[in-house]
């Protein structure tokens, strides 16, 4: 069965740094998600993406973050310069129609800002 | 903010039927209700959706009520590796992005 990939599955860095993390999304699906899950909270959109720019993004995507597609496969997520309140789980999402298809989720990469 | 209101916990007897319940009576004619579930902080895994019949799949039923205001999740026989949180999501047809907004979901203990 398809699946969403996501690497790495946990990264620890310092305040400040830059961090990317990667999304192989399942290969005919057209359009993109990032979310993320503070630890005992609950899942919170980001932003989706679809045709090479971003489709919508919520309040918590500022301008620390950002979002590409470089190669046609990949799905990154970038987060500038780190801040304490970034460490959370993030899940890629990806599905093939918008409307009425369901999102398939990676398995998260777990950010730890020290 | 999610449309959508569910207990905060629910526990069912391992092998027996969990219902989980989901109000949405703000739902609008153009909106479906989605479940996920998401298990100890793995990615959140879709289960079923629907608009206003009631549907059926390998994991689960779904029974919408006939106003559309609320619905309800079965698992025929739940398993101990159903213990999740499940969020009931309602999503616009036609929505920008075609984002799910999850809320705090229902935390089911399937218990042996």
């Known amino acids: 069965e398809p699946e969403v990939t996501q690497t790495p599955s946990h990264q620890v860095t310092q305040m400040g740094q830059e961090v990317i993390l990667r999304c192989v999304p399942i290969s005919n699906h057209l359009y993109f998600y990032w979310y993320r899950q503070i630890l005992g909270q609950k899942v919170e959109f980001l932003v989706s993406?679809?045709?090479?720019?971003?489709?919508?993004k919520s309040e918590i995507f500022d301008d620390q973050f950002s979002v590409e597609r470089p190669d046609g496969s990949n799905f990154t997520l970038k987060i500038r310069s780190t801040k304490l309140e970034d460490s959370a789980m993030y899940f890629c999402?990806?599905?093939?129609?918008?409307?009425?298809?369901?999102?398939?989720f990676g398995e998260g990469s777990r950010l730890t800002v020290l | 903010d999610a449309k959508t209101t569910q207990p905060t916990s629910m526990d069912c007897a391992e092998g027996r039927a969990a219902n989980l319940p989901c109000n949405h009576s703000t739902i609008s004619g153009n909106e479906y209700v989605y479940w996920y579930r998401q298990i100890h902080s793995q990615g959140p895994q879709y289960i079923i959706h629907g608009l206003k019949n009631n549907e059926t799949n390998e994991m689960a039923s779904l029974i919408i009520t006939e106003d559309r205001k609320s619905s309800t999740l079965i698992l025929p026989h739940a398993t101990l590796r159903d213990t999740a949180v499940y969020y009931c999501?309602?999503?616009?047809?036609?929505?920008?992005?075609?984002?799910?907004?999850f809320g705090q979901g229902t935390e089911l203990s399937v218990k042996p």
């Open positions: 993406f679809y045709n090479n720019e971003i489709s919508e």
């Open positions: 999402a990806s599905t093939a129609s918008r409307n009425t298809g369901e999102l398939f």
């Open positions: 999501i309602v999503r616009e047809l036609h929505n920008q992005g075609g984002k799910l907004i």
